[in-house]
């Protein structure tokens, strides 16, 4: 499958806010309080109020459910949700980020679906985001 | 990005059911009615009752799927698909495929992200893994070519 590069996405999150075992598994929610995007056709600030909800499978993964507003360095403001799997035991965080914005230069982002590998560093959660051609 | 081939799913629709004018765009549900999947570990059928994908087109001209289908292995584990995508292109594209023509899938965005759910332990990798895939609307139904994100 072709891809070309989008984004890398990192993230500065708060300190976890666990809400505990809930009907679907346990819930943790990571608060987004900022953060930057960068990548050939668009860059710039997370801004503060989103936040990714993780919910524990009972199989050992975790579901990601992640939504952060992004402003481009040109004043755009981009609405990003992705969904992914995270599975600490191979090594594995994957999403699926989605894209809204008015802004007419990034409606090509309204129009393409992406993939984002993830990384939890020292400093943040890293996503590295591809486009799928 | 990596990624290696999970399957191939050729689905097979009934007549669509027209909803039209909503609020968010315009809304047109397609009906399953059976199809086959088949891939390096992994094949079977897809129900034929139940399932359909619920297309809206939006009002930038591209057309939202969310398609919904059961999985049956040729050892009768079942397998819940949920799969969102994106499908525009030029317009002359766009209504030849509407007009049921065979039209060269390079020539069009026709994109899902889908998604798997199993009780099944033989297949519980399904319920780990990331996959996109990409699609052709032939005449008869879609077909995708679904790889699983290394």
């Known amino acids: 499958m072709e891809s070309r590069p989008l984004m890398v996405l990192r993230l500065v999150t708060s300190a976890i806010e666990e809400v505990g075992s809930t009907p679907r598994g346990g819930l943790s929610i990571f608060p987004v309080i900022g953060g930057s995007f960068e990548g050939a056709r668009l860059r710039g600030k997370v801004l503060a109020g989103g936040g990714d909800w993780v919910t524990a499978n009972t199989d050992g993964t975790f579901v990601l459910d992640l939504r952060v507003t992004l402003e481009t360095d040109d004043g755009a403001l981009i609405h990003m949700a992705f969904t992914g799997i995270r599975d600490d035991v191979n090594h594995y965080l994957r999403t699926l980020p989605r894209f809204e914005t008015a802004a007419p230069k990034y409606a090509f982002l309204n129009r393409l679906l992406a993939v984002g590998i993830g990384e939890i560093q020292p400093d943040g959660p890293v996503h590295v985001t591809e486009e799928i051609l | 990005?990596?990624?290696?081939?999970?399957?191939?799913?050729?689905?097979?629709?009934?007549?669509?059911?027209?909803?039209?004018?909503?609020?968010?765009?315009?809304?047109?549900?397609?009906?399953?009615?059976?199809?086959?999947?088949?891939?390096?570990?992994?094949?079977?059928?897809?129900?034929?009752?139940?399932?359909?994908?619920?297309?809206?087109?939006?009002?930038?001209?591209?057309?939202?799927?969310?398609?919904?289908?059961?999985?049956?292995?040729?050892?009768?584990?079942?397998?819940?698909?949920?799969?969102?995508?994106?499908?525009?292109?030029?317009?002359?594209?766009i209504a030849a495929i509407g007009r049921g023509e065979a039209v060269d899938p390079a020539t069009y965005y026709f994109r899902t992200w889908p998604r798997f759910e199993t009780a099944y332990p033989a297949y519980a990798f399904l319920n780990r893994l990331i996959a996109v895939a990409s699609g052709d609307r032939r005449a008869d139904g879609p077909v995708y070519t679904i790889y699983e994100v290394l």
């Open chain 2, 1 to 93: 990005m990596n990624t290696r081939l999970l399957m191939m799913l050729s689905v097979k629709v009934a007549p669509a059911q027209n909803i039209g004018a909503v609020p968010l765009g315009t809304r047109r549900t397609v009906p399953l009615s059976g199809g086959t999947f088949e891939g390096p570990r992994l094949r079977g059928s897809v129900l034929p009752s139940g399932g359909a994908d619920w297309l809206l087109l939006r009002a930038d001209g591209v057309l939202e799927l969310d398609l919904r289908a059961t999985l049956r292995t040729d050892d009768g584990a079942l397998i819940s698909l949920r799969s969102f995508g994106l499908r525009h292109g030029p317009p002359e594209v």
